[in-house]
């Protein structure tokens, strides 16, 4: 084999020849001090939310439990940036591994990840966000791998034995601490209006899931059938029914919000998760199980796969994504009457950080659209809905999910011939003026979903370690080659060969 006996001892660090690939490193840091600048809403979420049985209510708290991250011990005053993690000072040793220390392509490889901080001295407790991938440019090959974190400073990184690969650290320790704080006790970070008009009268008023308390009266826009929360001051001279659109209004900053962006390699030449769903060769995904994924590489091939279809996509700009690589003509609607084809998007109800003005009337609950989906041998339901929550607690998140399960559950009952695929979320890189969003989350938002759906009959779609294991910069929308192998995976549920 053509890995044999290139790696001899973990201490031998020099038969690595570690060669110097791209590493993102970002240590998001929010300071601890004026939180008086944001007015702490502690527990409010949880008064806006309808009520759970007694097992949703259960499996809500196992979840929240099965997520929870180790907390960061207090830091002594005076308080200072070089205590956080920082990669530049961390390590990486290659445990010993196979017969004879000898390493196969598939054999299973375990590198052990130490964080030491700014000043070299080593962490002495975890949570730090990081996650790692073996990758090959020339083969257009890569493969996610897996953390385990040991709370003591160090971490082991797992992986199958394919390729050389990279460590990242997404969040230090320190960093998700507040960003935890800032999602619990500021959940209106995010401005979004609606504007109201009646006649000549017009007025914009802010509107989330929840609202600051002020004399200002409040217009509940609650949903009655899904009882997600969603609310909007009164205008001063308008009615509640007269809102018309709702938009992005950009996001609460203050002083204390403080960025770092530092780059370092920390790269293992030519060496490799236990429960991986696949892997990239020669730029297509691979995938470990399930459906065999096949290449839909024309417009004829999807073309006859849609061919009697009638397929529902509901969701955020991620799942847009999909809708507009099958055709890229109509804004929200695909047909073709010859082919009996029915290709149908529409954008989740709020919370949406969109700058483009959705009218009210297109403002539908997912749980609320599959309801009105009859379901059937021929017809597809797809969604996704991560990346607009990513600013809430994560109970919100939770309850929106359970919402969707009920009325999935109700469709496959009705319809068990449905094809139901799930999109999971996806690490979306970092953005310095978007401190909002940011990539922990949507490691716990992943966790989160494959929990809620676990256990009934619809395809999960796991953008996550397709994101991951692809050499391409992250982002919240994957860029096309990511997006061509997930439609086809799409495809390959709905037409299998």
């Known amino acids: ?287 470990l199980g399930g459906t065999k994924v096949h290449q839909f590489n024309n417009s004829s091939a999807i073309s006859q796969c849609l061919k009697g279809k009638v397929v529902h996509m509901y969701g955020d700009s991620t799942i847009r994504q999909w809708f507009e690589y099958l055709d890229r003509l109509g804004p929200f609607m695909i047909w073709d009457n010859a082919k009996n084809i029915l290709v149908k998007f529409r954008f989740h109800g709020p919370p949406l950080s969109i700058s483009v003005l959705i009218p009210t009337s297109e403002l539908r609950y997912i749980a609320n659209e599959i309801d009105d989906v009859v379901g059937g041998t021929n017809t597809v339901v797809i969604f996704g809905i991560w990346a607009h929550l990513t600013p809430f607690p994560m109970q919100f998140y939770i309850r929106r999910l359970y919402g969707i399960r009920r009325a999935v559950i109700r469709l496959l009952n009705r319809a068990p011939d449905t094809l139901v695929v799930i999109r999971t979320p996806n690490l979306r890189g970092t953005n310095p003026y978007i401190f909002t969003f940011n990539d922990w989350y949507a490691i716990q938002q992943d966790k989160v979903v494959r929990a809620v759906f676990k256990g009934l009959n619809v395809q999960l779609l796991d953008a996550w370690e397709m994101v991951l294991a692809h050499h391409l910069p992250h982002y919240v929308h994957p860029p096309p080659p990511i997006i061509k192998n997930m439609v086809n995976i799409i495809l390959s549920h709905m037409c299998p060969q």
């Not at 929010?30 to 097992?55: C, D, E, H, W």
């Not at 966000?129 to 090959?136: E, K, M, P, Q, S």
């Open 1 to 287: 084999m053509w890995l044999k006996g290139f790696i001899s001892n973990h201490v031998n660090m020099k038969l690595l020849k570690t060669c110097v690939i791209l590493l993102l490193l970002t240590v998001l840091f929010f300071t601890l001090r004026n939180m008086n600048l944001l007015q702490v809403r502690t527990g409010i979420i949880g008064n806006t939310l309808k009520p759970l049985s007694s097992a949703e209510a259960e499996e809500e708290r196992l979840i929240l439990d099965s997520i929870a991250w180790p907390e960061t011990p207090p830091l002594p005053a005076p308080f200072s940036l070089n205590q956080t993690s920082n990669a530049a000072h961390s390590t990486f040793t290659i445990l010993p591994g196979g017969v004879g220390d000898e390493r196969h392509v598939g054999d299973q490889l375990e590198v052990m990840i130490k964080m030491y901080d700014f000043q070299g001295n080593p962490k002495k407790s975890g949570g730090d966000a990081i996650v790692t991938r073996l990758h090959n440019r020339a083969l257009e090959a890569g493969v996610a791998g897996r953390v385990v974190d040991h709370l003591n400073g160090s971490y082991s990184a797992v992986f199958p034995l394919l390729w050389e690969g990279s460590v990242t650290l997404v969040h230090s320790s320190e960093a998700i601490t507040v960003l935890r704080r800032l999602n619990r006790e500021h959940p209106d970070r995010t401005i979004l209006k609606s504007l109201f008009r009646s006649g000549s009268i017009s007025e914009t008023t802010i509107c989330n899931i929840c609202l600051r308390k002020t004399n200002q009266p409040q217009c509940n826009y609650t949903d009655l059938r899904t009882g997600d929360p969603w609310f909007c001051y009164k205008p001063k001279e308008l009615s509640c029914d007269t809102r018309m659109n709702h938009i992005n209004g950009g996001m609460r900053s203050t002083a204390i919000e403080m960025m770092y962006l530092v780059l370092h390699v920390m790269t293992i030449n030519k060496v490799g998760k236990s429960g991986l769903s696949g892997y990239y060769y020669q730029g297509v995904w691979r995938s």
